[in-house]
Nanobody, 116 residues
Framework: QVQLVESGGGLVQPGGSLRLSCAASGFTFSHYGMTWHRQAPGEERDLVAAIGLSDSITYYADSVKGRFTISRDNAKNTVYLEMNSLKPEDTGVYYC?????????WGQGTQVTVSS
């Protein structure tokens, strides 16, 4: 079955960096775009970044443009989110997602806390 497993979250000071990973299994990873979403406490889950079948097609929410980079390694079935210049408002649970056959698949999420 489809599995998405996020890792790499943690506590970081404002201005710091983190690299999130999402390991995928149970489907042909290279055939599908992938997305990262963020859910802050009491807020809806929002799209942060998206990537097509290769690194050449990407999308970023305005709030993270220029600070976050999404990439993928099809040989490792993994999508990454490199986060730099982190701000307290980046705090939340980060989820990766794949949309296949009209259905959304989500990982369990990884917590990112930006605080001094």
């Amino acid at each position: 079955q489809v599995q998405l497993v996020e890792s790499g979250g943690g506590l970081v000071q404002p201005g710091g960096s983190l690299r999130l990973s999402c390991a995928a299994s149970g489907f042909t990873f290279s055939h599908y775009g992938m997305t990262w979403h963020r859910q802050a406490p009491g807020e809806e889950r929002d799209l942060v970044a998206a990537i097509g079948l290769s690194d050449s097609i990407t999308y970023y929410a305005d709030s993270v443009k220029g600070r976050f980079t999404i990439s993928r390694d099809n040989a490792k079935n993994t999508v990454y989110l490199e986060m730099n210049s982190l701000k307290p408002e980046d705090t939340g649970v980060y989820y990766c997602n794949s949309h296949m056959g009209g259905q959304d698949y989500w990982g369990q999420g990884t917590q990112v806390t930006v605080s001094s």
